[in-house]
Each structure stands twice: as C-alpha cells, then as structure tokens.
C-alpha cells in the first residue's frame, strides 16, 4: 500500500514536470521568449527536452541559413594583457607565458592569407594591450579596409573609451565582439578581479550598438560558481538585448590560474544552450567554438548540430600559437591556417553544411524586423 502510493504520487508529479516542460518548450519554440524562471526550469530538466530542442533549433537554423556555415578567420593579434581574469590563461599574472606582439606587416600577411583561404571576416583579437592605443590601431584598420572592402574587419580587443570604439569603427572596423562572461553581477565579481566592473563592460556593449557596430556577446559555460539561476540571467540578457552575435564555449581549466582545479564544462550543456539560444533569438551568429572543439573530438560538428552556424578557425602564425593558450590543450596548435580551412571544410560536410565566402552577416527574418521597427520607434531613436 506505502510503495503503492509512493508510485502513484510520483507518477503524478511526472506528469505535472512533463506539462510544464511541453507548455514551455512550446511557447520557447513559438513565442522566442521565456521568463527567467522558464529558462532555469528547461536548464535544470533538460535531459528530456534536448533532443527536441536540438531538432527544433535546426530547423530553424536551416530555415534562416540554408546548409551555410559562415567562417571567421581569427588572428590573435596579441598577448599581453592589462587584465587578471581568475579563469585566463594569459591573465596578467601568468609570468609562464611567452608574451608577443604581432607587427603591422605580420598582421596584413594574415589578413592576405584568409583572403586566399576565401574569408571575408577578419577577427583581430587580443588581450588588453596598450601598445594598441588608437594611433597605432586607426592606421593598421584604415589599410585593411581599404585592401579588402567587401570584408568585415571585427574586433576583439576588450574595454575601451568610448571615443576609442568610435575612432575605431570610423576608420573601417564594422563588429565587436565583447563577451559579457555572465550577466550576474555577482557571478562576475567572482570570475574577476575587483577592479574590473560589470556595469562598466554592459556598458560597453551598449556604447558599441549605440555606435553602429554589430556586436557579440557571450558567456562561457560551467565558469566556477555558475548555476542555473546564473544561466538563466544570460539566456534572458541574450533574448533582450539581441546581440548580432553570442559566443560560448564550456569553461576550460588553464593550469596557472586559480582556477586550475576547478572542473570543465560540459559538451551536453553547451549543446543545450546553443539550442535554447537558437529558438530564444533564430537569427543570431551562433559559434561552435574552439573551446567545444577542444573538449570533444567532434565538438563543433555537434554545436552545429545544436543550432550553431558559424566557426572561427585559427588564422594566426603558427609560431605564436601556443602563446595564446586561455585554456589547457587548446585544439590547432601547431596547424597551417590552410590546414585549419580545410579541415573544417571537411567537418561541416559531415554533418550536412558547406562553408561558405561571405562576409557572413546576420539575416533578420521578416517577423524580426517588424520587431525591431517597433522597438526603435518606442526607444524614440527613429
Ligand atoms: N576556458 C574557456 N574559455 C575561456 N575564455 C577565457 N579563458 C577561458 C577558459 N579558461 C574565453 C572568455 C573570453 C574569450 C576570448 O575566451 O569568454 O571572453
Ligand atoms: Fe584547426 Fe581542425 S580547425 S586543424
């Protein structure tokens, strides 16, 4: 009688969880908005809403992009870095790093080599590094875009001035990509060191929109102390806030931090939030990162099968490649660049996409932009 009903009441309870998932997946799925609450109740039974979601994410995916993978040839410009980042591996304090600066003429040879390689985006990023002040970054844009104007010339280069980003984008740099690392406030302050500020870096994010740039966003996921009450902020952040692009990867321990023993995230979750993020916001520019690479062999074809469509492959010298390691056993050490192309050509064929030469930029359905219109105009910015 006792295990009768225990039987009975939790067969009840199931039924209850399996409505309140259908109810929200559904309105996920038709509506692109939850409530936080929502988000963090799909996180936290995801097992029985994945493959549904990874289903639903690519059929929009396709709808949207068709079988195209978009591709971004990623220079990592330099090392050096003003910041302390606790999770970094090229955080200030790290003295085990070999530190380098690319030159100008090193840079453009990079840029000439992706152009042959066929990309159209060129992602210069670095650390924090003020030897690239102003002076020395408007000259070096100035030449890329006036060597390859049908290109996008993104950044990736931290917190700055505003007149900075605004130099910047007037002398030809048309994207930003600036990773918010998480939307709790306190979540940041214990991935960061105290001088660094949230508030500051949102604020960045939106001074970069409000200049005209298209922006990335994004969080890393299963960073030290992050729940699912944390995830679920970010899910609602990247719903309202509409970054062009979102960029996550699971977090990597890096062996000279603090948070050396601190444990990865995970492929599955990773996976399960490329999707949610899909659905919450369809066009977006949705990575499958080198950290998903770096954690599975086959890391990046699964984030695609998840909802990803764009990848980021390494552009970089090789003999400055191991230099820029964030993470433990970052994936494309010691590869060519053409290496790299070819290899995700040939990937992304397996599981049904096509890189394609294009500058890659995001593509609003029509209901998107009968939105966006609405809230320009109730923002009184029209
Ligand atoms: N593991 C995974 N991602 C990392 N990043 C930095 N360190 C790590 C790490 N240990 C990410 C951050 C940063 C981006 C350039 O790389 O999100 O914004
Ligand atoms: Fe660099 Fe595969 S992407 S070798």
């Known amino acids: 009688m006792f295990f009768g009903c225990c039987i009975l009441k939790s067969g009840k309870e199931r039924e209850e969880v399996e409505e309140k ?3 929200i ?50 220079i990592e410009f330099t090392n050096i870095c003003r910041n302390d980042c606790l999770y970094c591996g090229i955080r200030n304090s790290n003295e085990n790093v070999e530190r380098y600066r690319l030159t100008e003429k090193q840079i453009l040879d990079c840029c000439a080599e992706g152009y042959e390689l066929g990309y159209r985006t060129f992602v210069l990023q670095g650390g924090e590094d003020g030897y690239f002040s102003d002076e020395v970054l408007v000259p070096l844009i100035r030449k890329i875009r006036r060597e390859y ?31 918010h690392e998480t939307a709790d406030e306190g979540h940041y302050r214990k991935l960061h060191p105290e001088r660094m500020s949230f508030r500051h870096r949102m604020n960045c994010l939106r001074e970069l929109r409000e200049i005209g740039y298209a ?17 679920a902020e970010d899910l609602k952040f990247i719903e309202t806030f509409r970054p062009e692009m979102c960029g996550i990867g699971p ?26 993020i899909r659905l919450a916001w369809p066009s977006v520019l949705l990575p499958a990162t080198t950290a998903l690479g770096t954690i599975d062999p086959r890391g990046r ?25 964030l993470y433990n056993d970052k994936i494309c050490m010691g590869d060519e660049s053409a290496q ?21 930029d ?19 910015t029209e």
């Open 301 to 325: 074809e699964k984030g695609v099968l998840s909802g990803a469509n764009v990848v980021m492959p390494n552009l970089s010298p090789t003999e400055v490649r191991r230099n820029y390691e």
């Open 25 to 74: 997946t559904g309105k996920l799925i038709r509506e692109h908005s939850l409530e936080e609450e929502e988000y963090r109740y799909l996180i936290d039974h995801r097992e029985e809403v994945r493959d549904r979601l990874a289903r639903e994410a690519r059929r929009v995916t396709e709808q949207i992009y068709g079988d195209e993978i978009f591709v971004r040839g990623l």
């Open 215 to 231: 922006v990335g966003a994004g969080f890393m996921v299963g960073s030290p102390f992050q729940t699912s009450r944390e995830l």
């Open 362 to 380: 995001l593509r609003r359905t029509p209901r998107e932009e009968v939105n966006e219109e609405e809230s320009r105009k109730k923002n009184g």
């Open 149 to 179: 104007p049908e290109c996008a010339i993104t950044l990736s280069i931290g917190e700055r001035e505003r007149a900075s980003y605004q130099a910047l984008f007037d002398a030809g740099a048309d994207r930003y990509l600036l990773r």
């Open 251 to 276: 977090f990597i321990p890096h062996r000279d931090t603090p948070f050396r023993d601190e444990p990865a995230g995970t492929l599955e979750l990773t996976c399960f939030l490329l999707s949610v």
């Open 21 to 23: 998932l259908k109810r």
């Open 340 to 360: 790299c192309r070819s290899c995700l050509d040939m990937r992304m064929r397996t599981v049904g996409r096509r890189v394609v030469t294009d500058r890659g």
